[in-house]
């Protein structure tokens, strides 16, 4: 037997399918437009000069287009009509689409018609929302259509290209361009397309639900719509609705449906005072409705257009100017106090959920319903906040959406969270109530159709097959078909003459809505509040957005819901359609982009807090230093003696620890400001560890650690105060007091910003001990490299600076020269050790990796020396023991001070470098004593048998730590690449040797300088002379261990002539060569100190002690000269 007519028109299908492609075609217009509209996507031909001619002619003779008449002017268009075809076919088969869904659309319309069908949003809430959800999408659809100004010259320019490639137009061009003409005046068509198709059953059926709805805040505050303490012994009730679909169906979407509806059937405005209640309502409520995405229609100024040019609605343009009025000046205030209200009311029932979460089953419906208001009153306030033409300005500042849309975030986030909890507890309300009552229900129909009767019995059976006890949470469910068979039956008894009208059977009606938000409940928790809640749209919102992210960071008690921007653009992705591809990667970029912006802010404001409260620490810590105490010390002892009249205008320096004296506590301080902005950012960068936005984790954590990385290596670098034209920086020290401060308050602050300080301090201390960082700025290492080779050592070479092995310090020498700085302060004990503890090992090596280059130049300066008198060396070598040939040969030497003057600047630079080394190991020994313990024993297993390059390698890991060694490895490698080039083998061997012996001819030259007399204050001489040791020592024992000789061999040679030299000239009877002979004298016992080689007995055997010790008691007695 034949099913009668209604179950065959499969109203349910057709409009789920019609719906969901129109959103599609939809999106794909919007694409149209906005690719036409920006510069750099637009089509390449409708820049293109060569293009305006035929672009003319398409334009005036559209649609009729005569391509031979015209084939002269369309010869630009025949030259590229393959690459037009291929450009201009997606666009025309989207206008195609826009026909085919209006045919559709009114072919359905029809079919509703003629079945006269029964609609109310309470009763069949499918079938009635899903036909005004399609007339509204078409209506929407056809006015952005008309706002695509390039549509003709789209469809114009697809007409020629395929004529021209193909023979023919597309058969289907000619509807489509009758269309676009009939839709230059869209509203106007479509009302008189839309006067046969007038449901406004549909529409007044949203009347008690929308006047509810749209409520002011005073009267949902009476109302205690959202709260849940109102009513305490109804707190475990669940929350039922004769419609709960309409609970929380989204007020905007009212709107439209009313706003647009009307539109398309204005008689019915005069005809039904409900009608027009109706749309003045919604008239009043808003200035811009909302068509798609950013796109708005100014529904007053095209009402009164649209009913202008009718003839009989005088009145009703006369309404709409006052409800345009009444919507300028109240409706900003309407909407402000609604957020107002939600904040609060949003803000309890948060509260609440959080700390009960099994509220959440009986009370879901209450954060729909909070969840919905709350996106309705954002999506306005984004809307309204864009400029409202021409002669007003934006609209008012906003209050409050930082926090209502935080609160949204936090609902979803709860529902989300507990999703167990609502599936077990909705499972059981659906297996233990609604079975029974949906079985009452049918149990009490008067008649019951055979389709309508198995449909029924299959939702009973559903129901009750669902687990009454706990199941495995796991377990996938699944209702679609059960919703979609609802739907079904919506239209099977909503058509005229049905067996089982609907209308007549409202208690089925309620039942199955109720049953089918709980379905939804359980198996698409996610899309259910995506319906709700979702903000995808405000992507195209970004300035209204930035603004509202600007207000929210420069309000501090706003600042801990500035999260909330960042998470928003993780919904953004939900405007995707799968009909238009072509968006995602300008979304995908959008998305992205506007989340890094508003990370990157928050992250600089809070890191530029963090550095300021650093600053201010490092403040009070400089108050402790030494050098600040000399005031209050002269004051207290001035209290002993004669009291001292206070000076006219000089004020008393408060002492440290006076900032923590408070009278008020209500007067707040600058520290206490900053640390209320940390801890308002704090909670905003702990709200979440990450989140996804397209695909990409975003962990707003990391943001902030950059910021904060980058701000504290400029701020250890500012500690510095190093100026380069003047060589002006502070002591290492004072930098190394105010690296601890920041990081002792970095340390603290960390934890409350949810941050690993540990890896921030790590990361940032060792890119200081590279020459640059990673964004490529100098480092405290480049600056103290610079400094001491620059303004130290160079100061050094110039006798303004000495060496006083006394003070283990530089200091400053007899020069003419004025120095800027003090040289002890910068090369004390502690100011070594306090460079270590700022470069580390590796800045360290840095460094003497610079003072070794700059000993190799040096060494090759002196190897060039040794070549210019190579000859003369060579006979003085051979000839030792003869004196009358050394008396000839000597004065046939050129250059001995030079070479002096060179060994003496490699003696103060290796004399600095082991200063440096020495601090390094105190400061491993005192960190890490577990590790300069295994590097010691090492150096200890060394003995003359090992290999000399194990010998070498342990040498490389004990210079590292800086222990001095036998034979320095930094050195040899330098000195390895300094080798003279063009000479033989034999000779490189022998320069070295001959070197030393020229130094050991030349120290008698120093006896005649008076700056080589010995202070004993100093502990060394005032030119340096004493450095000369350290340099032969280190050079010898690194040259001759490249050159694979015996070290102690030739530095016995050395101390032979050297002892010789001054021998001969402690006989000189001229009492100016001999005036600084013991200084000179002393040098050898100083050279057998530093070489490891070397030791008193073979100093004793050519250079008897007892003219060491009259050395020593010459120099101590006489006043240096």
């Known amino acids: 037997m034949a099913l009668p007519s209604g179950y065959q028109l499969k109203l349910a299908e057709k409009l789920t399918l019609l719906n969901e492609r129109g959103r599609g075609v939809l999106v794909r217009i919007y694409n149209i437009k906005k690719t036409c509209s920006d510069p750099k996507t637009r089509p390449r031909f409708l820049s293109d000069k060569s293009m305006e001619a035929p672009i003319r002619i398409i334009l005036r003779k559209f649609p009729h287009l005569d391509l031979r008449s015209n084939m002269h002017q369309l010869a630009p268009v025949q030259r590229d009509k393959g690459e037009l075809l291929r450009t201009l076919t997606p666009f025309y088969q989207s206008f195609l689409d826009v026909l085919e869904f209006r045919d559709h659309v009114y072919e359905l319309l029809n079919t509703i018609d003629a079945h006269q069908c029964f609609l109310d949003i309470r009763l069949n809430h499918d079938l009635t929302a899903g036909y005004l959800e399609l007339v509204v999408t078409l209506v929407v659809l056809v006015l952005l259509l008309a706002r695509v100004e390039e549509r003709r010259l789209l469809l114009g320019m697809h007409r020629c290209a395929q004529e021209m490639s193909h023979g023919a137009s597309d058969p289907a061009f000619s509807r489509l361009a009758q269309m676009l003409l009939e839709y230059e005046h869209p509203l106007k068509k479509l009302v008189e397309e839309f006067e046969p198709h007038t449901k406004v059953s549909a529409l007044l059926s949203l009347h008690p639900v929308y006047m509810r709805r749209s409520q002011d805040a005073e009267q949902w505050r009476r109302e205690q719509i959202l709260s849940l303490l109102s009513t305490p012994g109804d707190m475990l009730s669940p929350c039922t609705s004769d419609c709960m679909p309409c609970e929380f169906l989204p007020l905007e979407v009212m709107e439209r449906w009313i706003l647009l509806g009307f539109l398309l059937c204005p008689c019915a405005l005069g005809s039904a005072p409900p009608c027009l209640q109706l749309w003045l309502r919604a008239l009043r409520g808003s200035r811009r409705l909302r068509l798609l995405r950013e796109e708005a229609l100014a529904v007053h100024a095209a009402a009164e257009e649209l009913l202008g040019s009718m003839r009989g609605y005088g009145k009703r343009v006369a309404d709409v100017k006052e409800c345009r009025e009444h919507a300028v000046a109240h409706s900003g205030s309407l909407h402000r106090a609604r957020r107002q209200f939600l904040v609060g009311a949003v803000r309890e029932l948060e509260a609440l959920l959080r700390e009960q979460p099994g509220l959440l089953g009986p009370k879901a419906p209450q954060l729909l319903l909070a969840l919905s208001l709350c996106r309705s009153e954002l999506r306005w306030l984004l809307q309204h906040m864009e400029p409202r033409g021409r002669g007003r300005g934006p609209e008012e500042p906003p209050d409050g959406p930082a926090e209502l849309l935080f609160l949204l975030h936090q609902l979803r986030a709860l529902a989300q969270t507990h999703v167990r909890l609502l599936r077990r507890y909705h499972s059981r309300y659906l297996g233990q109530y609604h079975v029974i009552l949906l079985s009452d229900v049918i149990q009490n129909l008067s008649v019951c159709p055979e389709e309508e009767s198995v449909i029924l019995s299959s939702f009973v059976s559903s129901l009750s097959a669902l687990p009454v006890q706990d199941a495995d949470d796991k377990e996938p469910l699944d209702f679609t078909a059960l919703r979609l068979d609802w739907f079904r039956l919506q239209a099977y008894t909503s058509v005229a003459k049905a067996p089982l009208p609907l209308a007549s059977n409202p208690d089925v009606a309620r039942a199955m809505n109720l049953i089918v938000f709980h379905t939804k409940l359980l198996d698409s928790l996610d899309e259910l509040l995506d319906e709700v809640s979702d903000l995808s749209d405000l992507c195209f919102y970004p300035r209204p957005m930035e603004k509202m992210f600007q207000l929210t960071l420069e309000e501090p008690s706003l600042l801990r819901y500035s999260i909330s921007f960042p998470l928003l653009c993780s919904h953004f992705s939900h405007c995707l359609h799968p009909m238009c591809p072509e968006e995602y990667p300008h979304l995908k970029a959008a998305a992205l982009g506007m989340c890094d912006r508003f990370l990157e802010e928050m992250a600089r404001q809070a890191s530029a807090c963090i550095m300021d409260a650093c600053a201010e620490q490092h403040k009070l810590s400089e108050q402790l230093l030494p050098k600040h105490c000399a005031p209050i010390i002269g004051k207290a002892r001035g209290k002993k003696g004669f009291k001292q009249a206070a000076r006219k205008g000089e004020t008393e320096r408060d002492k440290p620890g006076a900032e923590s004296h408070r009278r008020d506590r209500s007067l707040s301080t600058n520290m206490d400001k900053l640390h209320q902005t940390l801890s308002e950012l704090g909670l905003s960068f702990s709200h979440v560890p990450t989140f996804t936005v397209f695909e990409h984790t975003v962990t707003p954590s990391e943001y902030l650690s950059r910021h904060l990385e980058t701000r504290l290596s400029r701020a250890i670098v500012a500690m510095a105060r190093y100026n380069q034209s003047t060589q002006e920086v502070a002591r290492p020290s004072e930098v190394l007091l105010g690296l601890s401060s920041y990081v002792g308050s970095i340390q603290s602050l960390g934890r409350v910003l949810g941050l690993d300080p540990g890896r921030i301090i790590r990361s940032v ?77 590796y800045g360290l090596q840095f460094l003497s990796e610079n003072l070794l280059w700059h000993v190799g130049s040096q060494l090759s300066a002196l190897q060039a020396l040794v070549l210019e008198n190579w000859d003369a060396l060579v006979r003085i070598r051979s000839g030792l023991g003869r004196r009358w040939d050394m008396g000839e040969l000597l004065p046939r030497l050129t250059g001995a001070e030079n070479v002096l003057k060179r060994m003496t600047i490699i003696g103060e630079i290796l004399s600095f470098r082991a200063m440096a080394q020495e601090g390094l190991r105190e400061v491993l020994s005192h960190h890490c004593p577990f590790l300069m313990g295994p590097i010691e024993s090492l150096m200890d297993a060394v003995s003359p048998d090992t290999d000399i390059q194990v010998t070498l390698s342990i040498f490389q890991l004990a210079s590292a730590a800086g222990i001095p060694c036998e034979v320095d490895p930094a050195l040899v490698n330098v000195l390895a690449g300094s080798k003279t080039e063009g000479s033989c083998p034999q000779d490189r061997s022998a320069l070295p040797s001959l070197l030393l012996l020229f130094v050991a001819l030349a120290l008698p030259v120093l006896a005649s300088d008076p700056g080589s007399c010995y202070s004993p204050e100093l502990g060394g001489s005032p030119n340096n002379l004493h450095c000369l040791a350290k340099a032969i020592a280190q050079l010898s024992a690194a040259l001759f261990t490249l050159h694979n000789e015996n070290i102690e061999r030739h530095l016995k040679d050395f101390l032979l002539v050297a002892s010789s030299s001054l021998l001969q000239l402690g006989q000189d009877t001229e009492r100016g060569r001999v005036r600084n002979w013991g200084s000179i004298a002393l040098l050898l016992q100083l050279v057998v100190a530093e070489s490891p080689f070397l030791t008193p007995a073979v100093l004793e055997s050519c250079f008897p002690y007892v003219l060491l010790r009259n050395a020593y008691r010459e120099v101590c007695r006489e006043p240096p000269r």
């Open 765 to 841: 201390l060792l890119q200081q001990t590279q020459p640059r960082d990673g964004a490529g700025e100098p480092t405290l290492t480049s600056i103290y490299t610079n400094w001491y080779l620059e303004a130290l050592l160079r100061q050094a070479s110039t006798g303004a600076v000495v060496l006083a092995p006394a003070m283990q310090a530089f200091t400053v020498g007899q020069s003419e020269a004025e120095l800027s700085f003090s040289p002890a302060e910068y090369t004390d004990v502690t100011e070594m050790q306090a460079l270590a503890e700022l470069l580390g090992p």
